[in-house]
């Protein structure tokens, strides 16, 4: 069971980061505006993508080490810490990613944030508020320790969706028994 996990959590943490890495050096070269929106569901498509591999995972151990069966539980803990090897790949990949490759992404990021604060028309007030939050923020995210907490709770709810209805889909309590009786 061990090997299936870590097989699963390797491979979907593999994707998930090559597609993340790829799409934010891409979009941090790039010259003019970013489109910040595509650029989120683009990532959340490609984690996604990369936790089809839980369902994956679930469903081998469950046809080939445990006979066909499988509980909630059992389904959702395989799921989960297959989510969790993944999300940690992802954390780790965009932590070396921004701090040495990508250390003005959240200076980009605020800026286009305060961009489209203004031309919406918002008030003095409220972009004088705004901005300073996010300077705050940008402080805050500099702490490896922070950014890898905003870097969870960003991947992990998808992990957990993806593992629930996986979970759900999957279980199988008892073999389904067809007796045939030939005449």
């Not at 839980?54 to 297959?82: E, H, P, Q, T």
């Not at 999300?87 to 780790?92: A, D």
């Not at 921004?98 to 409220?126: N, R, T, V």
């Not at 508020?129 to 995210?141: L, P």
């Amino acid at each position: 069971m061990k090997k299936n996990i870590i097989i699963y959590g390797l491979i979907a943490g593999a994707v998930v980061s090559v597609l993340m890495l790829s799409s934010v050096n891409y979009l941090s070269h790039c010259e003019g505006n970013v489109d910040y929106n595509t650029s989120m569901l683009i990532g959340y498509a490609s984690m996604l993508i990369a936790f089809s591999l839980v369902f994956v995972g679930i469903k081998n151990y469950r046809d080939k080490y445990n006979g066909g069966f499988i509980s909630f539980g059992k389904a959702f803990s395989i799921g989960i810490v297959i989510v969790l090897i993944a999300s940690t790949i992802y954390v780790l990949a965009w932590l070396i990613d921004y701090f040495f490759f990508i250390p003005d992404f959240m200076d980009k990021y605020a800026s286009h944030m305060l961009s489209e604060l203004k031309a919406s028309g918002a008030s003095a007030a409220e972009i004088e508020k705004q901005t300073t939050e996010m300077a705050n923020f940008g402080r805050m995210y500099q702490n490896p320790f922070f950014n890898a907490l905003m870097t969870y709770a960003e991947i992990l709810p998808v992990g957990l969706i993806v593992t629930l209805i996986s979970s759900l889909i999957l279980k199988r309590k008892e073999a389904s028994i067809n007796y045939s009786t030939e005449l």
